[in-house]
Each structure stands twice: as C-alpha cells, then as structure tokens.
C-alpha cells in the first residue's frame, strides 16, 4: 500500500472519474486512467452470486428502471444501461481493465458481499495478484469482518458518517488499515488521533479545490475524488 504525504495526497477516483462520465461504468473507470488516476473507487454488490459494480440498492436513478438490484437476474441486469449510455459492469471486467494499471478501493455495499468478495480476491491473490492491489471498505462493520476473515491479508477501511468516540478502538477491533471520514468531521484533532493510531486516513468526498487544500494542510493521506484531476493536478511534483 504507497503511503503518502501531506504534501501528495492519494487520490482515490470515486466511481471513476463520476464527475465527467456515468458513475462506476467502464467509460468512467477508463476515463479516471486517461487523467491519471491510479487508485479506482467503485461500489460492490451480488446478482446470482456474481459480483457487480452498482451504487444503488434501487435501479431508478442510475437507470431508470423499477424495483431494486437484487431481484434482478444477471441477464436482465446486463441489459441495463447507466443514463441511457453505459452497461453495468461486472467486477471481473473492472479487474481486467486496471490489471497493471490502477488499484482498486472496492466498497462492499449489501449484504452478502463481504464473504463473495474475499473469496473472489482470494482467488486473485492465487493467480499472482499482490494484496496491495486492493483496499476494502465498508458502512457496514460485519461485511468489512467477513471479507477480513476469508481474505486476511487485504487491507480494510472502516468507513463512517459520524465520528464514533471509539473509531480507533472500532478500527483496531476489525483490524483496519484506514478510516474513511466525511469531509465534514475531519478535524486535526481527530487526524492526529488516528495517525497515533497507526491508521491511514482518508476523506470522502473532496470534490471542490478549496477543499483539496484543506485536506492536504489537515495532513490526510488520501481523498476520494469524482474529479480526480483536480486533486493530482494539485499535487506537487516529487523531488528528483
């Protein structure tokens, strides 16, 4: 896992590159590698014990159509398209597009993904994939644990609304690398508290420049952007 610095934040590419292209779709994935990205956020679900890259548990405001993701049959799923333009996507095809070219933050996002999931990396850590390929992160504390105990050496990421009192207690309990903030409980204090810690953190989601800054004076080691140009573009050049 590269560490980073105040100075060069990580940049997690939210859904891919969101801000320009349909969210966690292979166009916004390839488009986030063309502006450089080399960390790619997406969003992880199960239809018929296939992984898939979805935000939503409802199908409306990503495709228009009724009902919800996980009554869908895999066939059906395949013939739906995000805004009108783009497939949903399976995690295997997003793993052959950023094989040797970016990481993958994969956010478990139902039930059931967290123990498909680390059977599914597993699976890749034993055709030669490295564990620092991947980061997992979860709201939900017991699919982040089921990932963790099928595929211990992947690096996981407690993510959060609030600020629990005991977030580097709940970190440590299930074994974390990181904890993922919202932009609005980030406090030096808190950054502090969890670099103490021993954890890396990481704030979602920084879209504005003015932000960007904020995170990088605050002393964060990552932000997720759905404009992930705009957070390399700041970071300065390293020295030769």
């Given at each position: ?20 292209e ?15 990205a ?35 049959d895999?066939s ?32 478990l ?32 504390h017991?699919?982040l ?17 609030g600020?629990?009192?005991?977030t ?47 995170m ?10 759905d ?8 970071n ?5």
């Amino acid at each position: 896992m590269p560490l980073s610095s105040p100075a060069n934040l990580i940049c997690f590419a939210h859904r891919g590159a969101s801000g320009y292209e349909p969210e966690n779709t292979l166009r916004s994935f390839k488009r986030a590698l063309e502006l450089g990205a080399t960390w790619i956020e997406c969003d992880i679900r199960v239809v018929e014990d296939e992984l898939v890259v979805f935000h939503d548990r409802t199908l409306g405001r990503l495709t228009g159509a009724s009902g919800t993701l996980a009554n869908l049959d895999l066939s059906t799923l395949r013939t739906l398209r995000v805004n009108g333009r783009e497939p949903i996507p399976l995690l295997s095809e997003v793993v052959e597009l950023l094989h040797n070219k970016a990481r993958l933050q994969l956010e478990l996002k139902a039930s059931g993904t967290g123990e498909r999931l680390g059977r599914y990396l597993t699976s890749l850590l034993e055709k030669g994939w490295d564990t620092d390929s991947f980061l997992v992160s979860s709201f939900d504390h017991d699919e982040l644990a089921a990932c963790k105990r099928i595929a211990p050496s992947i690096p996981v990421g407690v993510l959060l609304y609030g600020y629990p009192i005991n977030t580097p207690e709940l970190a440590r309990a299930l074994g974390a690398y990181s904890v993922h903030l919202n932009l609005e409980t980030v406090t030096p204090k808190r950054v502090n508290t969890l670099h103490q810690a021993g954890l890396k953190v990481f704030v979602y989601t920084v879209n504005d420049s003015a932000d960007i800054e904020a995170m990088r004076a605050v002393g964060v080691d990552g932000v997720f952007s759905d404009f992930p140009d705009r957070v390399l573009l700041t970071n300065p050049p390293k020295a030769s």
